[in-house]
């Protein structure tokens, strides 16, 4: 694979995706040719899923109907009204017991300031991406969580709340890891279904987590037969061996 058009159909190939892997780019300037994004969103999150249908280039001000994302995106120059609207939002989330006061430091922030964040399907990423993003149910994290266990140190973090924490997490890590959304993200994008979750890949190592997740899911696939195979047999009152699991597979 030498392009993320490759790349990215590998991926929506091996693992059936209903939705194109989603390229996050943070940049200084735009590229010729993308286009800014048209329109209010209620979150940010919500560029993940337009992103499926093309290109588009994003700046603090399209991102500040939700104070929590510019700030896990380290967003430049925010409006002076931000820093009151943030601690509107953290007030009325720890009046809920919801995000406590300790757990702010803890929420993952971008590193790097971000001037503008490019969003577009990874077959279509004007610029090599700081982030892929999957939409998956459980049988194709599976596949993932596998392929991520030969790659990176460690286990994959599980996160919560907020969801655009992802970004910020995977980018600042260098590693991937999973989302459960948020409640916002959950109300706000109709890709993030209640079997849906979100993984998030550095994009430096896409072709990487690739190539481990295309032989896996063949692996899966050929391994899920012998287990229905074996199966069928035990419940027909037969005790096989492995090896004639494995002859009756291949037979």
């Known amino acids: 694979m030498t392009s993320y058009s490759e790349i990215s159909e590998s991926l929506k190939a091996s693992l059936n995706l209903t939705m194109p892997p989603i390229a996050v780019c943070i940049t200084d300037s735009i590229p010729n040719g993308v286009s800014a994004f048209q329109g209010k969103v209620p979150g940010g ?7 499926a249908q093309g290109a588009f280039a994003t700046s603090t001000l399209d991102h500040e109907m939700c104070a929590v994302g510019v700030h896990t995106h380290h967003m430049a120059t925010p ?42 399907p990874l077959a279509a990423s004007p610029l090599p991406p700081d982030a892929v993003l999957l939409f998956v149910h459980s049988q194709q994290g599976l596949i993932i969580t596998e392929a991520i266990q030969q790659l990176d140190p460690g286990i994959p973090p599980a996160m919560g ?23 916002g993200a959950r109300a706000y994008l109709d890709a993030l279904t209640d079997d849906i979750a979100l993984w998030a890949f550095p994009g430096n190592k896409i072709q990487q987590y690739a190539e481990r997740i295309i032989s896996l899911s063949k692996a899966n696939k050929t391994l899920s037969q012998f287990h229905l195979l074996r199966r069928q047999d035990i419940e027909a009152g037969q005790l096989p061996t492995y090896q004639e699991s494995l002859a009756r597979l291949s037979g």
């Not at 809920?96 to 300790?102: A, G, I, L, N, P």
Request: aromatic share 6%.
């Open 161 to 183: 709340r907020p969801a655009c924490a992802i970004i910020p997490q995977t980018i600042n890590t260098g590693q991937a890891a999973l989302s459960l959304g948020c409640c």
């Open 79 to 120: 409006s002076p009204d931000y820093p009151n609207e943030l601690q509107a939002v953290l007030k009325v989330m720890a009046d809920m017991d919801y995000v406590r006061e300790d757990d702010v430091p803890r929420i993952p922030v971008l590193e790097k300031e971000s001037k503008h964040v490019i969003y577009a």
């Open 45 to 51: 999150c919500v560029f993940w899923q337009e992103a």
